[in-house]
Protein backbone atom coordinates (compact mmCIF):
# COMPACT_ATOMS: atom_id res chain seq x y z
CA UNK A 1 0.00 0.00 0.00
CA UNK A 2 0.97 3.31 -0.74
CA UNK A 3 2.64 5.13 1.93
CA UNK A 4 0.49 8.21 3.14
CA UNK A 5 1.77 11.34 2.81
CA UNK A 6 2.90 12.50 6.32
CA UNK A 7 3.14 16.23 5.42
CA UNK A 8 0.94 17.65 2.42
CA UNK A 9 1.84 21.04 2.83
CA UNK A 10 5.23 20.07 2.01
CA UNK A 11 4.22 18.51 -0.92
CA UNK A 12 2.02 20.87 -2.17
CA UNK A 13 4.68 23.35 -1.55
CA UNK A 14 7.25 21.32 -3.78
CA UNK A 15 4.98 20.79 -6.40
CA UNK A 16 4.07 24.01 -6.49
CA UNK A 17 8.01 25.33 -7.16
CA UNK A 18 8.08 22.95 -9.89
CA UNK A 19 5.00 24.16 -11.36
CA UNK A 20 5.49 27.73 -11.43
CA UNK A 21 9.41 26.65 -13.07
CA UNK A 22 6.89 24.94 -15.67
CA UNK A 23 5.05 27.77 -15.93
CA UNK A 24 7.18 30.24 -16.24
CA UNK A 25 8.69 28.32 -19.01
CA UNK A 26 5.44 28.07 -20.25
CA UNK A 27 5.47 31.87 -20.77
CA UNK A 28 8.44 32.09 -22.54
CA UNK A 29 7.33 29.72 -24.46
CA UNK A 30 4.48 31.49 -25.67
CA UNK A 31 6.49 34.63 -25.55
CA UNK A 32 8.53 33.48 -28.48
CA UNK A 33 5.58 32.22 -30.38
CA UNK A 34 4.32 35.80 -30.11
CA UNK A 35 7.54 37.74 -30.89
CA UNK A 36 8.12 35.37 -34.01
CA UNK A 37 4.65 34.70 -35.85
CA UNK A 38 2.97 37.28 -34.05
CA UNK A 39 -0.77 37.11 -34.22
CA UNK A 40 -0.49 36.48 -38.00
CA UNK A 41 -1.64 33.49 -40.71
CA UNK A 42 1.23 31.06 -38.93
CA UNK A 43 0.27 31.64 -35.13
CA UNK A 44 -3.46 31.39 -35.71
CA UNK A 45 -3.11 28.10 -37.54
CA UNK A 46 -0.61 26.57 -35.30
CA UNK A 47 -2.47 27.35 -31.95
CA UNK A 48 -5.46 25.98 -33.64
CA UNK A 49 -4.12 23.28 -34.97
CA UNK A 50 -2.40 22.72 -31.56
CA UNK A 51 -5.48 23.06 -29.93
CA UNK A 52 -7.73 19.87 -31.30
CA UNK A 53 -5.61 17.18 -30.49
CA UNK A 54 -2.91 18.54 -27.52
CA UNK A 55 -6.22 20.56 -25.43
CA UNK A 56 -8.42 17.47 -26.39
CA UNK A 57 -6.61 14.38 -25.25
CA UNK A 58 -3.40 16.95 -22.97
CA UNK A 59 -6.67 18.12 -20.58
CA UNK A 60 -8.69 14.78 -21.24
CA UNK A 61 -5.92 12.01 -19.99
CA UNK A 62 -4.90 14.61 -17.56
CA UNK A 63 -7.99 14.81 -16.27
CA UNK A 64 -9.94 11.85 -16.94
CA UNK A 65 -7.37 8.99 -16.85
CA UNK A 66 -6.31 10.26 -13.58
CA UNK A 67 -9.94 10.64 -12.36
CA UNK A 68 -10.71 7.17 -13.39
CA UNK A 69 -7.49 5.44 -12.36
CA UNK A 70 -6.40 6.31 -9.68
CA UNK A 71 -9.75 5.61 -7.64
CA UNK A 72 -9.72 2.32 -8.44
CA UNK A 73 -5.91 1.93 -8.60
CA UNK A 74 -6.13 3.28 -4.94
CA UNK A 75 -8.64 0.75 -3.72
CA UNK A 76 -6.65 -1.99 -5.15
CA UNK A 77 -3.97 -0.81 -3.30
CA UNK A 78 -5.99 -0.32 -0.17
CA UNK A 79 -7.56 -3.95 -0.11
CA UNK A 80 -5.50 -6.57 -2.70
CA UNK A 81 -2.26 -4.91 -1.97
CA UNK A 82 0.67 -3.67 -4.71
CA UNK A 83 0.96 -6.69 -6.51
CA UNK A 84 -2.69 -6.37 -7.98
CA UNK A 85 -2.73 -3.00 -8.48
CA UNK A 86 0.44 -2.89 -10.51
CA UNK A 87 -0.86 -5.46 -12.57
CA UNK A 88 -4.56 -3.67 -12.83
CA UNK A 89 -2.26 -0.98 -13.97
CA UNK A 90 -0.98 -2.58 -16.96
CA UNK A 91 -3.94 -3.61 -18.49
CA UNK A 92 -5.06 0.34 -17.78
CA UNK A 93 -2.35 1.19 -20.18
CA UNK A 94 -2.67 -1.21 -22.65
CA UNK A 95 -6.51 -0.57 -23.03
CA UNK A 96 -5.55 3.41 -23.16
CA UNK A 97 -2.23 3.16 -25.54
CA UNK A 98 -5.06 1.02 -27.87
CA UNK A 99 -7.57 3.64 -27.80
CA UNK A 100 -4.77 6.64 -27.97
CA UNK A 101 -3.51 5.36 -31.34
CA UNK A 102 -6.64 5.01 -32.63
CA UNK A 103 -7.98 8.28 -31.78
CA UNK A 104 -4.65 9.33 -33.37
CA UNK A 105 -5.07 7.47 -36.92
CA UNK A 106 -8.81 8.96 -37.21
CA UNK A 107 -7.39 12.27 -36.31
CA UNK A 108 -4.77 12.26 -39.23
CA UNK A 109 -7.35 10.91 -41.22
CA UNK A 110 -10.08 13.28 -40.28
CA UNK A 111 -7.76 16.71 -40.01
CA UNK A 112 -9.40 18.82 -42.77
CA UNK A 113 -13.13 18.23 -41.50
CA UNK A 114 -12.13 19.02 -37.53
CA UNK A 115 -10.43 22.29 -38.70
CA UNK A 116 -13.52 23.06 -40.32
CA UNK A 117 -15.62 22.54 -37.48
CA UNK A 118 -13.41 24.23 -34.86
CA UNK A 119 -12.00 27.48 -37.26
CA UNK A 120 -14.75 27.89 -39.78
CA UNK A 121 -13.38 31.11 -39.99
CA UNK A 122 -10.02 31.06 -41.43
CA UNK A 123 -9.05 32.01 -45.10
CA UNK A 124 -8.08 28.93 -47.59
CA UNK A 125 -4.63 29.89 -47.04
CA UNK A 126 -4.62 29.23 -43.06
CA UNK A 127 -7.08 26.61 -43.20
CA UNK A 128 -5.32 24.33 -45.44
CA UNK A 129 -1.79 25.38 -42.94
CA UNK A 130 -3.49 24.18 -40.03
CA UNK A 131 -4.81 20.97 -41.50
CA UNK A 132 -1.05 20.18 -42.13
CA UNK A 133 -0.02 21.04 -38.69
CA UNK A 134 -2.80 19.09 -37.23
CA UNK A 135 -1.85 15.99 -38.95
CA UNK A 136 1.69 16.68 -37.78
CA UNK A 137 0.58 16.95 -33.86
CA UNK A 138 -1.78 14.33 -33.51
CA UNK A 139 0.26 11.75 -32.52
CA UNK A 140 0.47 13.88 -29.33
CA UNK A 141 -2.51 11.94 -28.53
CA UNK A 142 -0.94 8.93 -28.08
CA UNK A 143 1.81 10.04 -25.50
CA UNK A 144 -0.65 12.15 -23.29
CA UNK A 145 -2.37 8.89 -22.72
CA UNK A 146 0.86 7.17 -21.68
CA UNK A 147 2.20 9.84 -19.81
CA UNK A 148 -0.61 10.53 -18.03
CA UNK A 149 -1.30 6.91 -16.84
CA UNK A 150 1.97 6.90 -15.38
CA UNK A 151 0.90 10.24 -13.74
CA UNK A 152 -1.63 8.61 -11.55
CA UNK A 153 0.46 5.41 -10.91
CA UNK A 154 3.66 7.67 -9.02
CA UNK A 155 0.91 9.78 -7.96
CA UNK A 156 -1.11 7.46 -6.33
CA UNK A 157 2.65 6.07 -4.74
CA UNK A 158 2.94 9.90 -3.06
CA UNK A 159 5.64 10.65 -5.84
CA UNK A 160 4.41 14.22 -6.86
CA UNK A 161 7.72 15.71 -8.05
CA UNK A 162 8.62 13.89 -10.89
CA UNK A 163 5.06 14.82 -12.32
CA UNK A 164 5.54 18.09 -11.83
CA UNK A 165 8.74 18.09 -14.02
CA UNK A 166 7.30 16.74 -16.72
CA UNK A 167 6.08 20.21 -18.37
CA UNK A 168 9.40 21.91 -17.20
CA UNK A 169 11.30 19.14 -19.26
CA UNK A 170 8.17 19.71 -22.45
CA UNK A 171 8.45 23.44 -22.31
CA UNK A 172 12.39 23.68 -21.99
CA UNK A 173 12.51 21.47 -25.25
CA UNK A 174 10.06 24.16 -27.20
CA UNK A 175 12.06 27.01 -25.99
CA UNK A 176 15.69 24.97 -27.40
CA UNK A 177 13.94 24.87 -30.64
CA UNK A 178 13.42 28.30 -31.01
CA UNK A 179 16.88 29.67 -30.36
CA UNK A 180 18.33 26.19 -32.58
CA UNK A 181 16.17 25.63 -35.60
CA UNK A 182 13.07 27.84 -36.12
CA UNK A 183 14.69 29.82 -38.59
CA UNK A 184 15.63 26.27 -40.17
CA UNK A 185 12.87 24.64 -40.58
CA UNK A 186 9.61 27.39 -39.76
CA UNK A 187 6.47 26.27 -37.77
CA UNK A 188 6.49 22.78 -38.96
CA UNK A 189 9.83 22.38 -37.24
CA UNK A 190 7.51 23.84 -33.62
CA UNK A 191 5.44 21.40 -34.35
CA UNK A 192 7.48 18.92 -34.70
CA UNK A 193 9.57 19.82 -31.09
CA UNK A 194 6.06 19.78 -29.24
CA UNK A 195 5.91 15.92 -30.27
CA UNK A 196 9.48 15.53 -29.19
CA UNK A 197 8.48 17.24 -25.75
CA UNK A 198 5.16 15.28 -25.00
CA UNK A 199 7.09 11.99 -25.79
CA UNK A 200 9.91 12.86 -23.31
CA UNK A 201 7.12 13.32 -20.67
CA UNK A 202 6.26 9.86 -20.74
CA UNK A 203 9.75 9.07 -20.71
CA UNK A 204 11.37 10.97 -17.80
CA UNK A 205 8.58 9.02 -15.26
CA UNK A 206 10.05 5.34 -16.45
CA UNK A 207 13.21 5.53 -13.52
CA UNK A 208 10.83 6.69 -11.10
CA UNK A 209 8.39 4.35 -11.82
CA UNK A 210 11.37 1.19 -11.85
CA UNK A 211 12.18 2.92 -8.40
CA UNK A 212 8.90 2.16 -7.05
CA UNK A 213 8.29 -0.92 -8.01
CA UNK A 214 6.07 -0.79 -10.92
CA UNK A 215 6.72 -3.27 -14.03
CA UNK A 216 4.93 -3.21 -17.23
CA UNK A 217 2.53 -6.54 -17.72
CA UNK A 218 0.82 -6.37 -21.07
CA UNK A 219 -2.60 -7.29 -20.75
CA UNK A 220 -5.76 -6.97 -22.37
CA UNK A 221 -8.45 -8.13 -19.58
CA UNK A 222 -11.71 -5.41 -20.72
CA UNK A 223 -13.64 -7.95 -18.24
CA UNK A 224 -11.54 -7.56 -15.31
CA UNK A 225 -13.19 -5.58 -11.85
CA UNK A 226 -11.24 -2.76 -12.02
CA UNK A 227 -11.67 -2.29 -16.08
CA UNK A 228 -14.94 -2.49 -15.46
CA UNK A 229 -14.89 0.43 -12.82
CA UNK A 230 -12.71 2.51 -14.88
CA UNK A 231 -15.27 2.47 -17.55
CA UNK A 232 -18.14 2.93 -15.30
CA UNK A 233 -16.73 6.09 -14.99
CA UNK A 234 -14.53 6.79 -17.92
CA UNK A 235 -17.50 8.10 -20.06
CA UNK A 236 -19.35 10.42 -18.07
CA UNK A 237 -15.61 11.30 -16.59
CA UNK A 238 -14.37 11.52 -20.35
CA UNK A 239 -17.49 14.35 -21.29
CA UNK A 240 -16.93 16.22 -18.52
CA UNK A 241 -13.13 17.04 -18.18
CA UNK A 242 -13.71 17.87 -22.05
CA UNK A 243 -15.75 20.90 -21.00
CA UNK A 244 -13.05 23.43 -20.69
CA UNK A 245 -11.47 22.64 -24.05
CA UNK A 246 -14.43 21.95 -25.77
CA UNK A 247 -15.53 25.48 -24.20
CA UNK A 248 -11.66 26.73 -25.90
CA UNK A 249 -12.57 24.95 -29.16
CA UNK A 250 -15.99 26.97 -29.27
CA UNK A 251 -14.20 30.25 -28.42
CA UNK A 252 -11.63 29.52 -31.43
CA UNK A 253 -14.08 29.00 -33.78
CA UNK A 254 -15.79 32.20 -32.90
CA UNK A 255 -12.66 33.82 -32.52
CA UNK A 256 -11.69 32.54 -36.15
CA UNK A 257 -14.17 35.20 -37.59
CA UNK A 258 -12.52 38.18 -35.56
CA UNK A 259 -9.89 40.91 -36.90
CA UNK A 260 -8.93 38.34 -40.16
CA UNK A 261 -8.33 35.30 -37.73
CA UNK A 262 -6.73 37.19 -34.46
CA UNK A 263 -9.49 36.59 -32.36
CA UNK A 264 -8.02 32.78 -31.91
CA UNK A 265 -4.65 34.18 -30.95
CA UNK A 266 -6.00 36.58 -28.71
CA UNK A 267 -8.83 34.39 -26.78
CA UNK A 268 -5.64 31.69 -26.73
CA UNK A 269 -2.99 33.69 -25.34
CA UNK A 270 -5.49 35.34 -22.94
CA UNK A 271 -6.95 31.21 -22.03
CA UNK A 272 -2.82 30.16 -21.70
CA UNK A 273 -1.93 33.54 -19.73
CA UNK A 274 -4.72 32.66 -17.39
CA UNK A 275 -4.26 28.94 -16.59
CA UNK A 276 -0.46 29.11 -16.57
CA UNK A 277 -1.36 31.91 -13.75
CA UNK A 278 -4.02 30.25 -12.01
CA UNK A 279 -2.23 26.77 -12.56
CA UNK A 280 0.88 27.32 -10.37
CA UNK A 281 -1.76 27.35 -7.05
CA UNK A 282 -4.99 25.08 -8.20
CA UNK A 283 -3.50 22.39 -10.36
CA UNK A 284 -0.72 21.66 -7.02
CA UNK A 285 -3.08 21.52 -4.81
CA UNK A 286 -5.38 19.18 -6.83
CA UNK A 287 -2.78 16.85 -7.66
CA UNK A 288 -2.17 16.40 -3.81
CA UNK A 289 -5.45 16.11 -1.94
CA UNK A 290 -7.06 14.24 -5.36
CA UNK A 291 -4.89 10.90 -4.20
CA UNK A 292 -5.82 11.80 -0.64
CA UNK A 293 -9.32 11.86 -1.21
CA UNK A 294 -9.05 8.66 -2.75
CA UNK A 295 -7.76 6.97 0.05
CA UNK A 296 -10.29 8.34 2.33
CA UNK A 297 -13.30 6.89 0.01
CA UNK A 298 -11.07 3.30 0.23
CA UNK A 299 -11.33 3.84 3.63
CA UNK A 300 -14.50 4.94 4.11
CA UNK A 301 -13.56 8.49 6.55
CA UNK A 302 -16.38 10.53 5.38
CA UNK A 303 -15.12 12.77 7.87
CA UNK A 304 -12.17 13.44 6.72
CA UNK A 305 -13.25 13.72 3.25
CA UNK A 306 -15.29 16.93 3.81
CA UNK A 307 -12.62 18.57 5.99
CA UNK A 308 -10.26 17.84 3.22
CA UNK A 309 -12.51 19.99 0.84
CA UNK A 310 -13.28 22.48 3.13
CA UNK A 311 -9.57 23.37 3.94
CA UNK A 312 -8.74 23.31 0.42
CA UNK A 313 -11.56 25.31 -0.91
CA UNK A 314 -11.14 27.90 2.06
CA UNK A 315 -6.90 28.07 1.75
CA UNK A 316 -7.74 28.12 -2.56
CA UNK A 317 -9.73 31.16 -2.06
CA UNK A 318 -7.89 32.92 0.00
CA UNK A 319 -5.43 32.92 -3.01
CA UNK A 320 -7.73 32.97 -5.95
CA UNK A 321 -10.21 36.27 -4.18
CA UNK A 322 -7.29 38.58 -4.79
CA UNK A 323 -5.93 36.80 -7.91
CA UNK A 324 -8.73 37.72 -10.14
CA UNK A 325 -8.72 41.32 -9.16
CA UNK A 326 -4.77 41.60 -9.83
CA UNK A 327 -5.36 39.24 -13.25
CA UNK A 328 -7.98 42.19 -14.30
CA UNK A 329 -6.20 45.27 -12.94
CA UNK A 330 -2.58 44.15 -14.12
CA UNK A 331 -4.21 42.86 -17.79
CA UNK A 332 -2.54 45.62 -20.22
CA UNK A 333 0.91 45.68 -18.41
CA UNK A 334 0.93 41.79 -18.21
CA UNK A 335 0.54 40.94 -21.48
CA UNK A 336 2.60 43.59 -22.80
CA UNK A 337 5.35 42.69 -20.84
CA UNK A 338 4.64 38.66 -21.70
CA UNK A 339 3.82 38.62 -25.42
CA UNK A 340 4.92 42.37 -26.81
CA UNK A 341 7.33 43.32 -29.21
CA UNK A 342 8.67 42.02 -32.47
CA UNK A 343 5.65 40.76 -34.83
CA UNK A 344 2.79 41.00 -31.38
CA UNK A 345 2.01 44.75 -32.34
CA UNK A 346 0.58 47.19 -30.06
CA UNK A 347 -3.16 45.60 -31.63
CA UNK A 348 -2.86 42.56 -30.55
CA UNK A 349 -1.54 43.85 -27.37
CA UNK A 350 -4.70 45.24 -26.69
CA UNK A 351 -7.62 42.47 -27.90
CA UNK A 352 -5.40 39.68 -25.95
CA UNK A 353 -5.31 41.97 -22.91
CA UNK A 354 -9.45 42.94 -23.27
CA UNK A 355 -9.83 39.02 -23.14
CA UNK A 356 -7.42 38.21 -20.30
CA UNK A 357 -9.65 40.84 -18.22
CA UNK A 358 -13.11 39.21 -18.40
CA UNK A 359 -11.32 35.59 -18.86
CA UNK A 360 -10.23 36.58 -14.92
CA UNK A 361 -14.26 36.75 -13.77
CA UNK A 362 -14.14 33.37 -13.96
CA UNK A 363 -10.43 32.17 -12.07
CA UNK A 364 -12.94 31.26 -8.97
CA UNK A 365 -15.69 29.20 -10.85
CA UNK A 366 -12.41 27.92 -12.27
CA UNK A 367 -11.04 26.91 -8.79
CA UNK A 368 -14.15 25.55 -6.97
CA UNK A 369 -14.89 23.18 -10.43
CA UNK A 370 -10.96 22.08 -10.41
CA UNK A 371 -11.53 21.23 -6.72
CA UNK A 372 -15.10 19.70 -6.32
CA UNK A 373 -14.99 17.88 -9.53
CA UNK A 374 -11.96 16.12 -7.84
CA UNK A 375 -13.89 15.02 -4.73
CA UNK A 376 -16.62 13.71 -7.10
CA UNK A 377 -14.57 11.06 -9.13
CA UNK A 378 -12.81 10.04 -5.90
CA UNK A 379 -15.86 8.63 -4.57
CA UNK A 380 -16.22 7.43 -8.32
CA UNK A 381 -18.80 9.59 -9.11
CA UNK A 382 -19.21 10.61 -12.96
CA UNK A 383 -22.79 11.74 -13.27
CA UNK A 384 -22.69 15.01 -11.86
CA UNK A 385 -19.68 16.58 -13.23
CA UNK A 386 -21.11 15.10 -16.84
CA UNK A 387 -24.61 17.28 -16.05
CA UNK A 388 -22.41 20.14 -14.64
CA UNK A 389 -20.09 20.32 -18.02
CA UNK A 390 -22.84 20.04 -20.43
CA UNK A 391 -24.39 23.22 -18.74
CA UNK A 392 -21.65 24.51 -18.53
CA UNK A 393 -20.69 24.11 -22.64
CA UNK A 394 -24.50 25.25 -23.47
CA UNK A 395 -23.98 28.54 -21.56
CA UNK A 396 -20.61 29.02 -23.07
CA UNK A 397 -22.31 28.63 -26.81
CA UNK A 398 -25.39 30.38 -25.88
CA UNK A 399 -23.20 33.49 -24.54
CA UNK A 400 -20.82 33.11 -27.48
CA UNK A 401 -23.82 33.74 -30.39
CA UNK A 402 -25.23 36.28 -27.98
CA UNK A 403 -22.06 38.50 -27.78
CA UNK A 404 -19.61 38.02 -29.94
CA UNK A 405 -20.14 40.32 -32.57
CA UNK A 406 -21.28 43.30 -30.25
CA UNK A 407 -18.42 42.83 -27.74
CA UNK A 408 -15.95 40.51 -30.06
CA UNK A 409 -13.12 39.15 -28.04
CA UNK A 410 -14.63 40.62 -24.99
CA UNK A 411 -18.16 38.89 -25.53
CA UNK A 412 -15.67 35.41 -25.91
CA UNK A 413 -14.44 35.77 -22.67
CA UNK A 414 -17.24 36.75 -20.90
CA UNK A 415 -19.01 33.49 -22.29
CA UNK A 416 -15.94 31.43 -20.84
CA UNK A 417 -15.75 32.89 -17.59
CA UNK A 418 -19.90 32.61 -17.48
CA UNK A 419 -19.70 29.17 -17.96
CA UNK A 420 -16.96 28.51 -15.47
CA UNK A 421 -18.79 29.63 -13.11
CA UNK A 422 -22.38 28.29 -13.65
CA UNK A 423 -20.43 24.68 -13.47
CA UNK A 424 -18.75 25.18 -10.45
CA UNK A 425 -22.28 26.30 -9.00
CA UNK A 426 -23.49 23.08 -9.84
CA UNK A 427 -21.19 21.12 -8.42
CA UNK A 428 -21.43 22.87 -5.16
CA UNK A 429 -25.56 22.27 -5.10
CA UNK A 430 -25.66 18.68 -4.42
CA UNK A 431 -23.05 18.22 -1.99
CA UNK A 432 -24.82 21.29 0.29
CA UNK A 433 -28.15 19.22 -0.04
CA UNK A 434 -26.00 16.22 1.21
CA UNK A 435 -24.59 17.26 4.23
CA UNK A 436 -21.07 17.41 2.51
CA UNK A 437 -20.42 20.80 1.29
CA UNK A 438 -18.61 23.52 2.59
CA UNK A 439 -20.01 26.32 2.60
CA UNK A 440 -21.13 27.47 6.27
CA UNK A 441 -21.92 30.71 7.83
CA UNK A 442 -18.18 31.13 9.48
CA UNK A 443 -17.02 30.12 5.58
CA UNK A 444 -19.29 33.41 4.37
CA UNK A 445 -18.19 35.90 7.08
CA UNK A 446 -14.66 34.76 6.13
CA UNK A 447 -14.96 35.03 1.68
CA UNK A 448 -16.47 38.55 2.59
CA UNK A 449 -13.20 39.22 4.83
CA UNK A 450 -11.01 38.08 2.19
CA UNK A 451 -13.36 40.21 -0.77
CA UNK A 452 -13.28 43.36 1.83
CA UNK A 453 -9.06 42.71 1.76
CA UNK A 454 -8.80 42.68 -1.99
CA UNK A 455 -10.91 45.33 -2.48
CA UNK A 456 -8.16 47.46 -0.25
CA UNK A 457 -5.46 45.74 -2.18
CA UNK A 458 -7.22 46.39 -5.84
CA UNK A 459 -7.26 49.96 -4.83
CA UNK A 460 -3.47 50.38 -3.59
CA UNK A 461 -2.77 48.81 -6.60
CA UNK A 462 -4.72 51.35 -9.04
CA UNK A 463 -2.70 53.96 -7.13
CA UNK A 464 0.56 53.01 -7.93
CA UNK A 465 -0.44 52.51 -11.69
CA UNK A 466 -1.72 55.77 -11.64
CA UNK A 467 1.46 56.55 -10.49
CA UNK A 468 3.87 54.95 -13.15
CA UNK A 469 1.47 56.00 -16.08
CA UNK A 470 3.67 58.21 -18.28
CA UNK A 471 6.57 57.23 -17.74
CA UNK A 472 7.47 55.10 -20.41
CA UNK A 473 7.18 52.10 -22.37
CA UNK A 474 9.99 50.13 -22.65
CA UNK A 475 10.29 46.54 -21.13
CA UNK A 476 11.88 47.84 -18.06
CA UNK A 477 8.81 50.08 -17.57
CA UNK A 478 6.18 47.07 -17.94
CA UNK A 479 8.28 44.91 -15.53
CA UNK A 480 7.86 47.38 -13.07
CA UNK A 481 4.22 48.43 -13.55
CA UNK A 482 3.66 44.28 -13.40
CA UNK A 483 6.17 43.73 -10.42
CA UNK A 484 5.66 46.94 -8.35
CA UNK A 485 1.51 46.99 -7.91
CA UNK A 486 1.69 43.27 -7.58
CA UNK A 487 3.93 42.78 -4.63
CA UNK A 488 2.49 45.78 -2.53
CA UNK A 489 -1.25 44.25 -3.65
CA UNK A 490 -0.01 41.20 -1.83
CA UNK A 491 1.41 43.04 0.99
CA UNK A 492 -1.24 45.19 1.53
CA UNK A 493 -3.79 41.76 1.22
CA UNK A 494 -1.82 39.93 3.61
CA UNK A 495 -1.95 43.11 6.32
CA UNK A 496 -5.61 43.35 5.97
CA UNK A 497 -6.35 39.74 6.29
CA UNK A 498 -4.18 39.45 9.34
CA UNK A 499 -6.31 42.54 10.84
CA UNK A 500 -9.09 40.26 9.69
CA UNK A 501 -7.44 37.28 11.87
CA UNK A 502 -7.83 34.85 8.82
CA UNK A 503 -6.49 31.34 9.38
CA UNK A 504 -3.95 31.46 6.40
CA UNK A 505 -2.15 34.58 7.14
CA UNK A 506 -2.03 33.20 10.88
CA UNK A 507 -0.61 30.03 10.00
CA UNK A 508 1.74 32.19 7.13
CA UNK A 509 2.81 34.31 10.96
CA UNK A 510 3.11 31.54 12.94
CA UNK A 511 5.52 29.54 10.16
CA UNK A 512 7.88 33.10 10.04
CA UNK A 513 8.27 33.09 13.65
CA UNK A 514 9.37 29.42 13.88
CA UNK A 515 11.22 29.71 11.09
CA UNK A 516 13.10 33.16 12.50
CA UNK A 517 13.32 31.87 16.18
CA UNK A 518 14.87 28.72 14.77
CA UNK A 519 17.77 30.73 12.68
CA UNK A 520 18.25 32.35 16.16
CA UNK A 521 19.06 29.69 17.99
Known sequence: MAEKNKNPLKAISLVMILTLIGKILGLLRDRLLAVNYGSGMETNAFLAASQIPRNFFDVVFASAVAASFIPVFNEYLTKKGKREAIIFSGNFITVIGLISLLLTGLGIV??????????????????????????????????????????GILQSFDEFNIPALISVLMNIIVIAYYYTFNTRFGIYGLAGAFLVGFFMQAAVQ????VKKGFFYKPSLNLKSDGMKKVFA??????????????????????GSHLFNGAGVSAITMANNL???????????????????????????DKLQFKDTISLTIHASMYFVIPMTAGLMVLARPLVSLIYGGGEFTGFSITITSQALRFVSLGMIGYALQMI?????????????????????????????????????????????AAAGTVNAIIL??????????FITKSFIIDMVKMLLSTIVMTAAVFFLMSFFAGMGDGK????????????VGFVVYFVVTAIFGLSETKTAIRYVKRRFSARRA
Open 206 to 209: VPSL
Open 428 to 437: IIPLQKTGSG
Open 274 to 300: FLIITGVFILSVTNVIFPRLSRLTGED
Open 110 to 151: FAGPLVTLFADGFDAQTTALCVSLTRVMFPTALFTGITFSFV
Open 233 to 254: MMLPVLISTWVQPINQMINTRF
Open 476 to 487: LMQAVMSVVPAG
Open 372 to 416: LSRAYFARQNGKTPLIAGIISITVNLVLCVLLTDSFNVTGLALAS
